[in-house]
Protein backbone atom coordinates (compact mmCIF):
# COMPACT_ATOMS: atom_id res chain seq x y z
CA UNK A 1 0.00 0.00 0.00
CA UNK A 2 1.21 3.74 -0.83
CA UNK A 3 1.74 6.28 1.94
CA UNK A 4 -1.34 7.54 1.63
CA UNK A 5 -3.23 5.16 3.03
CA UNK A 6 -5.88 4.86 0.28
CA UNK A 7 -6.90 0.83 1.84
CA UNK A 8 -8.47 3.11 4.24
CA UNK A 9 -11.59 3.25 1.57
CA UNK A 10 -10.25 1.05 -1.31
CA UNK A 11 -10.82 -1.97 0.83
CA UNK A 12 -13.94 -1.06 2.17
CA UNK A 13 -15.98 -3.61 0.86
CA UNK A 14 -13.26 -6.73 1.15
CA UNK A 15 -12.91 -5.36 4.95
CA UNK A 16 -17.01 -5.98 5.11
CA UNK A 17 -17.40 -8.69 3.42
CA UNK A 18 -14.93 -10.20 6.43
CA UNK A 19 -16.33 -8.79 9.17
CA UNK A 20 -17.85 -11.96 10.96
CA UNK A 21 -14.52 -13.86 10.14
CA UNK A 22 -11.08 -14.25 10.89
CA UNK A 23 -9.08 -12.43 8.69
CA UNK A 24 -5.45 -12.43 8.50
CA UNK A 25 -4.37 -9.22 5.31
CA UNK A 26 -0.87 -8.38 4.39
CA UNK A 27 -0.04 -5.15 3.58
CA UNK A 28 2.63 -4.50 1.05
CA UNK A 29 4.30 -0.88 1.73
CA UNK A 30 5.28 0.15 -1.73
CA UNK A 31 7.21 3.05 0.13
CA UNK A 32 8.98 3.12 3.34
CA UNK A 33 7.34 4.91 5.93
CA UNK A 34 10.03 4.99 9.37
CA UNK A 35 8.73 8.41 10.70
CA UNK A 36 7.20 7.57 14.37
CA UNK A 37 4.32 10.34 13.79
CA UNK A 38 3.65 8.89 10.43
CA UNK A 39 3.32 5.37 11.54
CA UNK A 40 1.13 6.57 14.73
CA UNK A 41 -1.49 7.62 11.92
CA UNK A 42 -1.22 3.95 10.93
CA UNK A 43 -1.58 2.57 14.35
CA UNK A 44 -5.09 4.98 14.56
CA UNK A 45 -6.23 3.26 11.72
CA UNK A 46 -5.41 -0.24 13.32
CA UNK A 47 -7.08 0.79 15.96
CA UNK A 48 -10.65 2.31 14.29
CA UNK A 49 -10.81 -1.05 12.24
CA UNK A 50 -10.45 -3.29 14.91
CA UNK A 51 -13.40 -1.72 16.63
CA UNK A 52 -15.49 -2.70 13.46
CA UNK A 53 -13.99 -5.76 12.79
CA UNK A 54 -12.28 -7.54 16.06
CA UNK A 55 -11.70 -10.73 14.03
CA UNK A 56 -9.27 -9.06 11.73
CA UNK A 57 -5.29 -8.75 11.98
CA UNK A 58 -2.52 -7.14 10.19
CA UNK A 59 0.91 -8.10 9.36
CA UNK A 60 2.89 -4.90 7.69
CA UNK A 61 5.48 -5.92 5.24
CA UNK A 62 8.15 -3.15 5.81
CA UNK A 63 11.04 -2.32 2.54
CA UNK A 64 13.60 -1.39 5.13
CA UNK A 65 14.84 -2.43 8.85
CA UNK A 66 13.97 0.67 10.17
CA UNK A 67 10.37 0.60 8.75
CA UNK A 68 10.39 -2.49 10.80
CA UNK A 69 11.09 -1.11 13.74
CA UNK A 70 9.24 1.71 13.77
CA UNK A 71 6.44 -0.28 13.01
CA UNK A 72 6.98 -2.91 15.99
CA UNK A 73 7.87 0.18 18.32
CA UNK A 74 4.06 1.29 17.98
CA UNK A 75 2.95 -2.31 18.88
CA UNK A 76 2.13 -3.38 14.77
CA UNK A 77 2.84 -7.12 13.79
CA UNK A 78 5.63 -5.86 11.11
CA UNK A 79 8.38 -8.29 9.29
CA UNK A 80 11.02 -7.10 7.18
CA UNK A 81 10.00 -7.81 3.68
CA UNK A 82 11.81 -5.63 1.16
CA UNK A 83 9.76 -6.05 -2.19
CA UNK A 84 13.38 -6.52 -4.29
CA UNK A 85 13.50 -9.85 -3.07
CA UNK A 86 10.66 -10.85 -5.47
CA UNK A 87 12.99 -9.72 -8.22
CA UNK A 88 14.12 -13.33 -10.78
CA UNK A 89 18.00 -13.68 -10.43
CA UNK A 90 17.60 -16.12 -13.35
CA UNK A 91 16.03 -13.71 -15.66
CA UNK A 92 18.01 -10.89 -14.61
CA UNK A 93 21.61 -11.17 -14.98
CA UNK A 94 24.73 -10.72 -16.95
CA UNK A 95 24.79 -11.87 -20.22
CA UNK A 96 27.74 -13.43 -22.46
CA UNK A 97 29.16 -11.72 -25.50
CA UNK A 98 26.71 -8.49 -25.63
CA UNK A 99 28.24 -5.37 -26.67
CA UNK A 100 27.67 -2.30 -24.85
CA UNK A 101 25.71 0.33 -26.59
CA UNK A 102 24.37 3.03 -24.35
CA UNK A 103 26.89 4.65 -21.63
CA UNK A 104 23.68 4.65 -19.12
CA UNK A 105 20.00 3.37 -18.98
CA UNK A 106 17.45 5.11 -16.78
CA UNK A 107 14.33 2.39 -15.82
CA UNK A 108 11.19 4.45 -14.33
CA UNK A 109 8.00 5.69 -14.90
CA UNK A 110 7.54 9.12 -16.78
CA UNK A 111 7.02 10.83 -13.70
CA UNK A 112 8.10 14.45 -12.45
CA UNK A 113 9.75 13.00 -9.34
CA UNK A 114 11.55 9.93 -11.45
CA UNK A 115 13.41 13.50 -12.31
CA UNK A 116 14.93 12.54 -15.96
CA UNK A 117 16.03 15.97 -16.59
CA UNK A 118 18.81 15.45 -14.78
CA UNK A 119 19.82 12.95 -17.43
CA UNK A 120 19.07 15.09 -20.20
CA UNK A 121 23.00 15.98 -20.70
CA UNK A 122 24.20 12.52 -20.82
CA UNK A 123 24.62 11.74 -24.94
CA UNK A 124 24.78 7.90 -24.75
CA UNK A 125 21.24 7.36 -22.73
CA UNK A 126 18.65 4.88 -22.92
CA UNK A 127 15.16 4.97 -21.15
CA UNK A 128 13.11 2.11 -20.15
CA UNK A 129 9.62 3.25 -18.77
CA UNK A 130 6.16 1.91 -18.13
CA UNK A 131 2.84 3.56 -19.05
CA UNK A 132 -0.49 3.44 -18.48
CA UNK A 133 -3.13 6.35 -19.70
CA UNK A 134 -5.47 5.66 -17.57
CA UNK A 135 -2.68 6.99 -14.64
CA UNK A 136 0.13 8.71 -16.51
CA UNK A 137 -0.03 12.40 -17.54
CA UNK A 138 0.13 12.37 -20.83
CA UNK A 139 1.43 15.70 -21.27
CA UNK A 140 4.43 15.31 -19.01
CA UNK A 141 4.84 11.65 -20.67
CA UNK A 142 5.09 13.42 -23.87
CA UNK A 143 7.06 16.33 -22.63
CA UNK A 144 9.58 14.18 -21.14
CA UNK A 145 10.36 12.48 -24.16
CA UNK A 146 10.54 15.66 -26.02
CA UNK A 147 13.53 16.72 -23.48
CA UNK A 148 14.97 13.56 -23.92
CA UNK A 149 14.57 13.04 -27.89
CA UNK A 150 18.37 12.43 -28.22
CA UNK A 151 17.95 8.71 -25.95
CA UNK A 152 17.10 5.58 -27.36
CA UNK A 153 13.37 4.66 -25.99
CA UNK A 154 13.56 0.96 -25.48
CA UNK A 155 10.02 0.86 -25.33
CA UNK A 156 9.62 2.25 -28.97
CA UNK A 157 12.08 -0.50 -31.16
CA UNK A 158 12.93 0.93 -34.72
CA UNK A 159 10.48 4.30 -33.50
CA UNK A 160 7.08 2.06 -33.22
CA UNK A 161 4.49 2.48 -30.75
CA UNK A 162 4.94 1.88 -27.40
CA UNK A 163 5.39 -1.68 -26.41
CA UNK A 164 5.27 -3.16 -22.80
CA UNK A 165 8.80 -5.22 -22.49
CA UNK A 166 8.67 -8.69 -21.12
CA UNK A 167 11.02 -8.96 -18.12
CA UNK A 168 13.50 -11.23 -20.08
CA UNK A 169 13.82 -8.44 -22.73
CA UNK A 170 14.24 -5.44 -19.78
CA UNK A 171 17.35 -7.65 -18.87
CA UNK A 172 18.58 -7.87 -22.49
CA UNK A 173 18.09 -3.82 -22.63
CA UNK A 174 20.31 -3.56 -19.38
CA UNK A 175 22.67 -5.61 -20.96
CA UNK A 176 23.68 -3.51 -23.57
CA UNK A 177 24.51 -0.51 -21.27
CA UNK A 178 27.42 0.29 -18.66
CA UNK A 179 25.41 1.78 -15.63
CA UNK A 180 21.85 1.90 -14.33
CA UNK A 181 20.86 4.99 -13.52
CA UNK A 182 18.37 5.77 -10.03
CA UNK A 183 17.72 9.83 -9.96
CA UNK A 184 14.02 9.99 -7.68
CA UNK A 185 13.68 12.80 -5.56
CA UNK A 186 11.39 10.27 -3.57
CA UNK A 187 10.97 6.40 -3.52
CA UNK A 188 10.27 3.48 -1.59
CA UNK A 189 12.59 -0.30 -2.42
CA UNK A 190 12.77 0.74 -6.25
CA UNK A 191 12.65 -2.45 -8.60
CA UNK A 192 15.04 -1.18 -11.26
CA UNK A 193 18.39 -0.13 -8.92
CA UNK A 194 17.84 -4.47 -8.00
CA UNK A 195 17.44 -5.39 -11.73
CA UNK A 196 20.82 -3.08 -12.23
CA UNK A 197 22.60 -4.96 -9.97
CA UNK A 198 21.66 -8.77 -10.61
CA UNK A 199 22.35 -7.69 -14.17
CA UNK A 200 26.13 -6.88 -13.88
CA UNK A 201 25.59 -2.88 -14.11
CA UNK A 202 26.96 -0.54 -11.37
CA UNK A 203 24.17 2.21 -10.29
CA UNK A 204 24.80 5.47 -10.01
CA UNK A 205 21.87 6.64 -7.71
CA UNK A 206 20.81 10.08 -5.62
CA UNK A 207 21.24 9.84 -2.13
CA UNK A 208 17.62 9.00 -1.26
CA UNK A 209 15.90 7.00 1.03
CA UNK A 210 15.10 3.57 -0.78
CA UNK A 211 18.09 3.97 -3.59
CA UNK A 212 20.37 3.71 -1.12
CA UNK A 213 19.32 0.46 1.07
CA UNK A 214 20.24 -1.43 -2.27
CA UNK A 215 23.15 0.90 -3.51
CA UNK A 216 26.58 0.50 -1.63
CA UNK A 217 28.39 4.00 -2.26
CA UNK A 218 31.82 2.51 -3.66
CA UNK A 219 30.64 -1.17 -3.02
CA UNK A 220 27.96 -1.45 -5.62
CA UNK A 221 27.69 2.05 -7.72
CA UNK A 222 28.16 5.39 -6.85
CA UNK A 223 26.18 7.86 -4.57
CA UNK A 224 25.43 11.73 -5.73
CA UNK A 225 23.69 14.64 -4.04
CA UNK A 226 20.01 15.41 -5.03
CA UNK A 227 19.62 17.63 -8.13
CA UNK A 228 22.96 17.90 -9.12
CA UNK A 229 23.76 16.70 -12.68
CA UNK A 230 27.10 17.54 -13.06
CA UNK A 231 28.46 15.38 -10.28
CA UNK A 232 25.78 12.63 -11.75
CA UNK A 233 27.56 13.06 -15.27
CA UNK A 234 31.38 13.00 -13.51
CA UNK A 235 29.99 9.19 -11.75
CA UNK A 236 29.23 7.91 -14.83
CA UNK A 237 32.31 9.10 -17.13
CA UNK A 238 34.15 7.40 -13.93
CA UNK A 239 33.17 4.05 -14.81
CA UNK A 240 33.45 4.40 -18.54
CA UNK A 241 37.08 5.48 -18.58
CA UNK A 242 37.07 2.71 -15.62
CA UNK A 243 35.45 -0.90 -17.58
CA UNK A 244 37.11 -2.57 -15.00
CA UNK A 245 35.77 -0.57 -11.70
CA UNK A 246 32.55 -0.69 -13.81
CA UNK A 247 32.76 -4.71 -13.66
CA UNK A 248 33.69 -4.70 -10.16
CA UNK A 249 30.69 -2.88 -8.60
CA UNK A 250 28.31 -5.05 -10.69
CA UNK A 251 29.54 -8.07 -9.60
CA UNK A 252 29.54 -6.91 -5.70
CA UNK A 253 25.95 -5.76 -6.29
CA UNK A 254 24.81 -9.31 -7.69
CA UNK A 255 26.60 -10.58 -5.26
CA UNK A 256 24.97 -8.88 -2.56
CA UNK A 257 21.60 -8.93 -3.96
CA UNK A 258 21.86 -12.76 -3.77
CA UNK A 259 23.00 -12.62 -0.33
CA UNK A 260 20.80 -10.30 1.39
CA UNK A 261 17.48 -10.25 -0.46
CA UNK A 262 16.82 -13.95 -0.29
CA UNK A 263 12.69 -14.65 -0.60
CA UNK A 264 13.15 -17.98 1.45
CA UNK A 265 14.04 -16.40 4.38
CA UNK A 266 11.23 -14.09 4.29
CA UNK A 267 8.79 -16.92 3.70
CA UNK A 268 10.30 -18.25 6.48
CA UNK A 269 9.45 -15.28 8.74
CA UNK A 270 5.85 -14.38 7.06
CA UNK A 271 5.18 -18.55 8.03
CA UNK A 272 6.42 -18.46 11.48
CA UNK A 273 4.04 -15.15 12.12
CA UNK A 274 1.16 -17.22 10.45
CA UNK A 275 1.55 -19.97 12.51
CA UNK A 276 1.65 -17.60 15.60
CA UNK A 277 -1.64 -15.90 14.79
CA UNK A 278 -3.28 -19.41 14.51
CA UNK A 279 -1.77 -20.61 17.30
CA UNK A 280 -3.17 -18.09 19.51
CA UNK A 281 -6.95 -19.00 17.94
Excluded at 132 to 144: A, E, H, K, R, S
Aim: charged content about 25%; hydrophobic content about 40%.
Amino acid sequence: MDEDFVFQHSLDMLFDSLKRQKAYFLYNWFWHIENLQRVEVVKEFEIRHNRKHPGHQFIHLCNTIKQMEAFQKKGLNAVFCNQNAMVDENIFKPLPLVTKRFDAVYDARLKDYKRHYLAKDIESLALIYAFDPNIDDVNYVNMTKRELAHAEFFNHPGSSEYIILEPSEVNQCLNLCKVGLCLSAIEGAMYSSVQYLLSGLPVVSTRIPGCIDSVQDGVTGTLVPARDAGRLAEAIARYIVNPDLAARHGAAGRKRVLRDYQPEAIWSELAARYHALLSAV
